[in-house]
């Protein structure tokens, strides 16, 4: 699998860590983001809590611009999936790659972890974000009826990082 360059981005705009200071800001760009769908605070604080441990699992960046925080994204890991938990934009600050950024960034860190496959859910809906993991390489695999909030369907989406070794019943002795 060839990874994806990494995405730049427009002047006045850094791609970085998240930090503790950052979590309130994050939570209300995920309210205005998501609206229902959002996450709560507690949500949040547990994911900085186990991006920070000795032996992450959760990893998280952050899109500024100037300073104030206007993108966001974490991946879960546990082997050998990698899960894209969350992705947004400030609806002031789309079209200018930054998802693209993001999105980019996680499927990199999911490789270096050593993830085999990708997964992540995304709103039926949501025609934008689906066009935008399709051109990434991720393939519609499953629907999850009513999973969002009113009833709306999730999409499963999966990108294969390395394929897969062979199975454990594939390796059974045929003497036994």
């Not at 970085?16 to 229902?36: C, E, M, S």
């Not at 693209?100 to 039926?124: F, N, P, S």
């Not at 999966?158 to 070794?165: D, H, N, V």
């Amino acid at each position: 699998m060839t990874l994806p360059d990494p995405v730049a981005l427009p002047p006045g705009y850094l791609q970085r860590n998240w930090t503790a200071q950052d979590i309130d800001t994050v939570v209300a760009l995920d309210a205005l983001v998501f609206g229902p769908d959002r996450w709560s605070a507690q949500i949040f604080q547990a994911e900085f809590a186990a991006s920070n441990r000795s032996n992450p699992h959760s990893y998280y960046q952050l899109i500024t611009y100037h300073d104030t925080v206007v993108g966001f994204c974490g991946l879960a890991y546990g082997p050998p999936f990698a899960d894209i938990t969350t992705i947004g934009i400030h609806p002031d600050h789309t079209g200018k790659r930054l998802g693209a950024a993001l999105l980019t960034w996680l499927i990199r860190t999911a490789y270096a972890l050593g993830a085999q496959d990708m997964l992540l859910e995304v709103r039926a809906d949501n025609t934008v974000a689906q066009r935008l993991y399709a051109a990434n390489g991720f393939d519609h695999i499953h629907t999850r009826p009513r999973y969002y909030p009113m009833g709306i369907d999730a999409w499963v989406m999966r990108k294969r990082l390395r394929e897969p070794g062979a199975s454990s019943a594939a390796n059974l002795s045929t003497k036994e």
